[in-house]
C-alpha cells in the first residue's frame, strides 16, 4: 500500500537542537509550517499534545484554512474532556478540514504532567481508561441510537450526536505506547499502532504483541514508526552532521542531565542505546541518551539513498506510516521532501509492484 508520510507541526519553532524564539503562539508559524509540509508532500502532520501546551483543535483548524491536501495527526488525551464531548468535537473538526483529520490517543506517561492538569490516576488506570474512552469515542461516531454506557470511569445515559465525521465510518485512530497495559488497551481499537525507532529486531517482535492482541478482538491495525533523519549528501557528511547536532543538543541541556524516564517505550529507546550506538544500518542511539529518550529521538543518519532504504525496511515489517521529524523543523522538512521523501515513495513503489 501507499506509505504515509507524517510530518510536525506546532505553533513555535523550536527542537531539542534550537531554543525556542518568539511567542509561545504564532499563527505565522503554524500557517508556515503547515504550507512547507504540504509543499514537501507530507500526507499528515503530527499536533503534539503537552500540559502546557496552546490548544491542538484551534492549531488543526487554522492550519487546515491555509492548506488544501494536507491532513492532520491530533495527539488527545483521554481523561480531560468526556469521550462523548470529545467525539463531537473531533467529528465537527473532520467536517472543518474536510475529512482531512485523524486523533492520536495518549494515555499518558508521566505522573507529573498528568497532576499538572488534576488527573492523579495510575498508569496502568489511565491505560484502562484509554480502553474505556476509545470504545464511548467510537459509539458515539457510530451509533445511530441514544445508547448509554456504565464503565469505570464513565457513567452515560443516553448519548447520541447529531455531528459526525465526515471521514466513514469515523476518522482514523492512531495511538501508541511501549507497555503490556498500552497493546492491551490500545490493540483492540486503533487503526495506526505508533512505535518510536527501535531496531528492527525489536520493533518486528513488538508488532508481532500488537497483532496478537489486535486479533483477539478481530482487529488488524497497521503501524507508524518515528524517527528524525539526519540527512547529508553522503554518509560521510551526514555523520559529520549527526555529530555537530549531537554537540548542539549537549551544550543546550548542559547542567541540566535529563530525568529518568517514566513511561515504557522511553525505556526501550535507552535499552537499545545500552546495547549498542549504532543499530542495524543507520539507527542511531546518542541523541535518546543525551535527551533522556522523552519522545522521538533516535535518528536515521547517512545519504537520502541510505536513511530511504533504512526507512523502507521499517515498512517492509509493517510500518505503513513513517513519522520524520528534523532537529531544525521547517529546513529539514523542506529537505526531507526535495531529497528523502520522493525516494522513499519509489522505493516503496517498486516494493509493492514486486509479486
Given at each position: 500500500m501507499p506509505v504515509e508520510m507524517i510530518g510536525w507541526i506546532a505553533p513555535q519553532v523550536s527542537s531539542e537542537l534550537i531554543r525556542p524564539t518568539g511567542p509561545i503562539f504564532s499563527a505565522d508559524v503554524v500557517a508556515e509550517t503547515a504550507?512547507?509540509?504540504?509543499?514537501?508532500?507530507?500526507?499528515?502532520?503530527?499536533?503534539?499534545?503537552?500540559?502546557?501546551?496552546?490548544?491542538?483543535?484551534?492549531?488543526?483548524?487554522?492550519?487546515?484554512s491555509v492548506t488544501h491536501r494536507l491532513q492532520f495527526l491530533l495527539a488527545h488525551r483521554p481523561g480531560f474532556v468526556a469521550p462523548t464531548v470529545a467525539a463531537r468535537k473531533l467529528?465537527?473538526?473532520?467536517?472543518?478540514?474536510?475529512?482531512?483529520?485523524?486523533?492520536?490517543?495518549?494515555?499518558?506517561?508521566?505522573?507529573?504532567?498528568?497532576?499538572?492538569?488534576?488527573?492523579?490516576?495510575?498508569?496502568?488506570?489511565?491505560?484502562?481508561?484509554?480502553?474505556?474512552?476509545?470504545?464511548?469515542?467510537?459509539?458515539?461516531?457510530?451509533?445511530?441510537?441514544?445508547?448509554?454506557?456504565?464503565?469505570?470511569?464513565?457513567?452515560?445515559?443516553?448519548?447520541?450526536s447529531d455531528i459526525q465525521c465526515l471521514q466513514v465510518p469515523h476518522l482514523p485512530v492512531y495511538g501508541g505506547g511501549g507497555s503490556d497495559a498500552a497493546i492491551d488497551a490500545l490493540a483492540p481499537h486503533v487503526d495506526v499502532f505508533m512505535l518510536w525507532g527501535e531496531p528492527l529486531a525489536e520493533t518486528e517482535a513488538f508488532m508481532q504483541r500488537v497483532r496478537t492482541v489486535a486479533a483477539r478482538h478481530g482487529r488488524r491495525p497497521t503501524f507508524s514508526l518515528s524517527t528524525r533523519p539526519i540527512i547529508a549528501a553522503t554518509d560521510e557528511?551526514?555523520?559529520?552532521?549527526?555529530?555537530?547536532?549531537?554537540?548542539?543538543?549537549?551544550?543546550?541541556?548542559?547542567?541540566?542531565?535529563?530525568?529518568?524516564?517514566?513511561?515504557?517505550?522511553?525505556?526501550?529507546?535507552?535499552?537499545?542505546?545500552?546495547?549498542?550506538?549504532?543499530?542495524?544500518?543507520?539507527?542511531?542511539?546518542?541523541?535518546?541518551?543525551?535527551?533522556g529518550a522523552p519522545g522521538n529521538s533516535t535518528a536515521l543518519v547517512g545519504s537520502p539513498e541510505t536513511v530511504a532504504t533504512s526507512l523502507v525496511r521499517y515498512y517492509?515489517?509493517?510500518?505503513?506510516?513513517?513519522?520524520?521529524?528534523?532537529?531544525?523543523?521547517?529546513?529539514?522538512?523542506?529537505?526531507?521532501?526535495?531529497?528523502?521523501?520522493?525516494?522513499?515513495?519509489?522505493k516503496v513503489a517498486a516494493l509493492d509492484a514486486t509479486p
Open positions: 504550507r512547507i509540509h504540504e509543499a514537501a508532500d507530507f500526507d499528515r502532520v503530527l499536533i503534539g499534545y503537552f500540559s502546557n501546551a496552546p490548544d491542538g483543535f484551534l492549531i488543526g483548524a487554522h492550519a487546515a467529528a465537527t473538526l473532520d467536517q472543518l478540514t474536510g475529512g482531512r483529520l485523524a486523533v492520536h490517543l495518549i494515555a499518558g506517561g508521566s505522573d507529573a504532567d498528568q497532576a499538572k492538569d488534576g488527573d492523579h490516576v495510575d498508569h496502568a488506570g489511565r491505560y484502562r481508561r484509554t480502553d474505556e474512552y476509545a470504545g464511548v469515542l467510537r459509539r458515539t461516531w457510530t451509533e445511530t441510537r441514544a445508547f448509554d454506557h456504565q464503565g469505570e470511569f464513565y457513567d452515560i445515559s443516553r448519548a447520541h557528511l551526514a555523520w559529520e552532521r549527526a555529530h555537530q547536532i549531537l554537540e548542539g543538543v549537549e551544550a543546550r541541556l548542559a547542567g541540566r542531565p535529563p530525568k529518568a524516564p517514566d513511561n515504557e517505550a522511553s525505556k526501550r529507546l535507552l535499552v537499545s542505546a545500552d546495547a549498542g550506538e549504532v543499530h542495524d544500518t543507520c539507527l542511531w542511539t546518542r541523541l535518546a541518551v543525551a535527551t517492509e515489517l509493517g510500518a505503513t506510516s513513517l513519522l520524520i521529524r528534523g532537529y531544525d523543523p521547517l529546513p529539514d522538512a523542506e529537505q526531507y521532501g526535495r531529497e528523502l521523501i520522493p525516494l522513499v515513495r519509489a
